[in-house]
């Protein structure tokens, strides 16, 4: 069983910067493929980035170049860098954890995931 809590969001002006924490507890997090997805009202949540057990990484063309994810295993933990925010990243961000077949594996619907967590709010506003 894997808990996950996601940290570090919050309002920025446009720019700005903010780096969300996806911290678990229970089994090992280094062990499972883990991604960041966001959602805003009325719509699906939606894959930004992910990553592999090994540490290969995907994300979407729209953070490319602004958005980085990446693992700490001494501290069980995922972060998302986000970097040059606009206001279109706006949303409920979701960390995301799931134990694949493949330790190269990169989900990337929301379907393919087991466990998540209750999500942390970004605001991007003057």
């Known amino acids: 069983q894997v808990q996950l809590v996601e940290s570090g969001g919050g309002l920025v002006q446009p720019g700005g910067s903010l780096r969300l924490s996806c911290r678990a507890s229970?089994?090992?997090?280094?062990?499972?493929?883990v991604g960041w997805f966001r959602q805003t009202p009325g719509k699906e949540r939606d894959l930004v980035a992910a990553i592999s057990v090994i540490g290969g990484t995907y994300s979407i063309d729209s953070v490319k170049g602004r958005f980085s994810i990446s693992r700490d295993n001494a501290k069980n933990t995922v972060a998302l860098q986000m970097n040059s925010l606009k206001p279109e990243d706006t949303g409920a961000y979701y960390c995301?954890?799931?134990?694949?077949?493949?330790?190269?594996?990169?989900?990337?619907?929301?379907?393919?995931?087991?466990?998540w967590g209750q999500g942390t709010q970004v605001t991007v506003s003057l």
């Open positions: 995301a954890a799931v134990l694949p077949i493949k330790r190269t594996a990169l989900p990337q619907g929301q379907n393919e995931y087991e466990y």
């Open positions: 229970g089994d090992i997090l280094t062990l499972n493929a």
